[in-house]
């Protein structure tokens, strides 16, 4: 079997890339290696989409997915952001999108193997684990199905750039340029109304709590970082916190919170970020990574039931599948887009994002981290391509851009677009 696009990730510029492909009249598979779609947004619990400007291109699949979303009651417009979603409802959204545009999934599929001629990709070999029958002449309750499938043109949308890796591309990412990881998770049992009512007297400070009642439900968002950038009205009760034993330092390092659509007395949070480790693509590294951050995520518990009037019930509903990784590869491709590139608001023959999403760099370090807000900028699908093969592009945070570029092209709106634009470019190569 030939593909015209095989596609291997099914994130949010995975997902992106293999419908609009599709949805272009090329034959198409998504390769996923969980059991569902959405990557960042459903495994990663990262929640709302970032808006990134009015100038926005290649939003199509964007605009579908929010689209559906809403017809399953899984989508609000909070602050004049349409793109809330429920996590669990985009994992359904998702699989009706790449149902209708005829776009063939293999879920829980790995990538063995990579054929390589004359510098182009000519097929990949997959690998998945079933669960059978006890086989007493195999001795092994399990079997692994390898398949090679043929393809024209390769998007590697993992994020670690699993494909490139494989095919020994060259990558420009440095070890000392680091950002924090972040487990994020929900809980449930919330009394909103009674929160929200603290909340709002408790923070007066509109540019960091916000509360709206959108379709008879209450949504509200709040945050605190260590950072003296701001007066944190917060600041008090974490600093309690940690003078009690309750919370460690590290943990008030950053908390961010918010409602979710479609699951009332929920509140999910973009934390713990991980600053006490420095976490890389190691399996060793991870796993620690894993277990500092499930107990951080405890200690959140108890503090916000100790803390936070209408939590005193709270429990912990889901903690994300995977690390909230914003830096990893990065692969060279036929252009490194730089931070002068992006601050010069460089125009470019081809591009495929433009945003104005700010440069925004996590830091374990307090008074370290960076927002630095920017104007309009382009990427070039140049950096979606790789120097070392032929056919093989990539869309999402491995892309070919330095680390400061990189801090603002990362997010999902992005990712997105990266996707959808790498998709009509290779139908235009292939028409």
């Known amino acids: 079997m030939i593909y015209d696009v095989v596609v291997v990730g099914g994130g949010t510029a995975g997902c992106a890339a293999a419908y609009t492909a599709r949805m272009l009249g090329l034959k198409t598979l998504l390769i996923e290696k969980n059991i569902h779609l959405g990557g960042t947004i459903t495994s990663g619990l990262v929640i709302p989409v970032m808006k990134s ?7 199509d699949f964007k605009e579908a997915l929010i689209a559906e979303c809403k017809s399953l009651g899984g989508q609000i417009t909070y602050q004049d952001n349409p793109a809330w979603l429920n996590p669990e409802i985009t994992k359904i959204a998702l699989d009706n999108l790449m149902e209708r545009a005829n776009v063939e999934v293999l879920f829980d599929t790995g990538i063995s193997g990579i054929e390589i001629d004359r510098n182009r990709i000519k097929s990949i070999k997959t690998s998945n684990e079933i669960l059978s029958a006890y086989n007493e ?4 309750s399990a079997e692994t199905l390898s398949v090679s499938i043929g393809a024209k043109y390769v998007v590697d949308a993992t994020g670690n750039c699993v494909v490139g890796k494989i095919c ?3 990558f420009i990412e440095k070890k000392e340029e680091f950002q924090p990881v972040t487990l994020r998770f929900m809980m449930g049992g919330i009394d909103t109304k009674k929160f929200s009512e603290w909340l709002e007297e408790f923070d007066k400070d509109r540019n960091v709590t916000t509360i709206e009642h959108i379709d008879g439900h209450i949504h509200l968002s709040t945050a605190y970082t260590w950072d003296k950038n701001r007066k944190w009205a917060l600041e008090p009760l974490f600093e309690d916190a940690v003078k009690k034993g309750i919370l460690t330092r590290s943990d008030t390092n950053y908390f961010q919170i918010f409602t979710v659509p479609g699951m009332p007395g929920n509140v999910a949070f973009n934390c713990p970020r991980i600053v006490d480790f420095d976490c890389s693509l190691e399996v060793k590294d991870i796993s620690k990574a894993l277990s500092i951050a499930r107990q951080s995520i405890y200690r959140y518990l108890q503090f916000c039931r100790i803390y936070f009037p209408g939590f005193e019930k709270a429990y912990i509903s889901n903690i994300a599948d995977m690390l909230g990784i914003r830096v990893s590869r990065r692969i060279k491709g036929k252009y490194v887009y730089t931070i002068e590139d992006l601050k010069s608001g460089k125009k470019f023959e081809n591009p495929v994002v433009i945003s104005n999403y700010p ?18 900028y382009q990427l070039p699908i140049e950096s979606l391509m790789s120097a070392d093969i032929d056919n093989l592009f990539v869309a999402g945070r491995c892309l070919s851009a330095d680390f400061l570029a990189q801090g603002a092209l990362r997010v999902q709106s992005s990712c997105f677009s990266m996707g959808e634009g790498v998709a009509k470019y290779i139908a235009k190569l292939l028409n």
């Open 359 to 376: 440069v925004d760099i996590h830091s374990n370090k307090r008074q370290a981290a960076a927002l630095e807000a920017v104007e309009d």
């Open 168 to 170: 020994n591309c060259n």
């Open 53 to 59: 400007g009015d100038s926005q291109i290649n939003t």
């Open 137 to 140: 002449e195999l001795g092994s």
